[in-house]
């Protein structure tokens, strides 16, 4: 018999036992009051006068002495009775638990697909099974999503590593190659490297994010997108994107160099998927009591059914937003990760002429 068997027993002897002593004590009170009143009629009686605990005449009667006899015997038979009857109650009671138990082991050996399935009666157990329901569909959600990241994550580092393989096997089965030949596979061969190494700090990012807030220190939002900006100019102005900033001060709470890598990847993103001629603006300010950070882009028209899915890891709008290649469609997947360890709200809308506007609203700070 297991750990869990015997437990599951003792609870039930527990319960058995708790039951059997009420009901015991039950019949114990009832001999009590009535038993103890009667003796003490029989103790009030004067000498030479009939009991009144006893029926005189030509009937049978029965005496004090017979009626406590009588009461005792009771009292013992009453015992097994007892423990018998908490016995079953008890089991009556655990039979959903011991129903949730079994379905719940199976669903723990990794058939995530059971469920409980209590119907009725409506109570405490009925409500713990649809507790335990969603909290099952929930761990199946997350262990697919978590699959599916893998698997996502795999080929996304795969693929560089299978184009500088080939670079390079290209590279030395040429035997002509020269100087020149091999100096240009090398720089390839770096700035494949470099494409992987930006996609393995992403993938950090998210992890980190992820993983939740684990400091809390007070900064301004208009004195962050102000540091990111100044790195970003030189990249928008190559690409020929124009950058607009509306910064008020916006004071919060939160890690600095998670919300600066909110920041980052927002403008990153509005940046990268923009088209020649196109803006960003990103505003700052205080909406009611709460610092926002609003970044608006030009760019592609994106389907309002669309703008959600993009925000999941390796999500894009199309294959062609893969572009020069420099995204890993983690951006916008690491700005919703910040957003939820921060406890902030996001909103994201669609432009009818083209590109997304995003928002992201903090607490005050203290």
């Not at 708790?18 to 103790?43: N, R």
């Not at 669309?306 to 916008?332: E, I, K, N, S, W």
Request: charged residues 20%.
């Amino acid at each position: 018999m297991t750990a869990r068997k015997l437990a599951r027993r003792s609870l039930q002897t527990r319960l058995a036992l708790a039951y059997a002593a009420g009901i015991y004590a039950a019949g114990l009170l009832v001999v009590v009051l009535v038993d103890l009143p009667l003796a003490s009629i029989q103790a009030a009686v004067p000498a030479g006068r009939p009991s009144p605990g006893a029926v005189s005449g030509t009937g049978s009667g029965i005496s004090l002495p017979q009626l406590l006899a009588g009461s005792a015997a009771a009292l013992v038979l009453l015992l097994p009775v007892a423990l018998a009857l908490g016995w079953y109650v008890a089991g009556r009671f655990l039979h959903p638990l011991r129903a949730i138990t079994a379905t719940a082991q199976v669903i723990s050996a990794g058939d995530l697909h059971r469920r409980l399935g209590l119907g009725e009666p409506a109570d405490e157990l009925t409500e713990l099974g649809h507790t335990l329901d969603d909290l099952f569909a929930r761990l199946e959600a997350s262990f697919d999503a978590q699959r599916h990241f893998v698997a996502n994550a795999s080929h996304e580092l795969r693929t560089p590593l299978a184009g500088l393989r080939a670079l390079l096997e290209v590279a030395l089965a040429d035997p002509d190659a020269d100087a020149e030949t091999l100096r240009s596979a090398c720089q390839e061969a770096i700035a494949l490297g470099e494409h992987q190494e930006r996609l393995v700090q992403a993938l950090l990012t998210l992890a980190t994010s992820e993983r939740g807030v684990t400091r809390r220190d007070t900064l301004d939002l208009a004195h962050v997108v102000e540091g990111v900006l100044a790195s970003r100019r030189d990249e928008a102005r190559r690409k020929g994107v124009a950058l607009a900033a509306h910064l008020t001060p916006a004071v919060t709470a939160g890690d600095p160099r998670l919300i600066e890598s909110l920041v980052a990847n927002l403008v990153d993103n509005a940046v990268r998927h923009n088209h020649a001629g196109g803006h960003v603006e990103i505003t700052t300010r205080t909406s009611g009591a709460r610092a926002a950070l609003t970044v608006a882009n030009s760019g592609p028209v994106v389907p309002g059914d669309q703008v959600r899915r993009l925000f999941h890891p390796f999500q894009r709008l199309a294959p062609d937003r893969h572009g020069t290649g420099d995204g890993h469609g983690l951006g916008l997947a690491i700005v919703d990760a910040v957003t939820r360890a921060h406890h902030a709200t996001l909103t994201t809308g669609a432009r009818p002429e083209g590109g997304l506007s995003i928002t992201v609203r903090f607490a005050p700070g203290p």
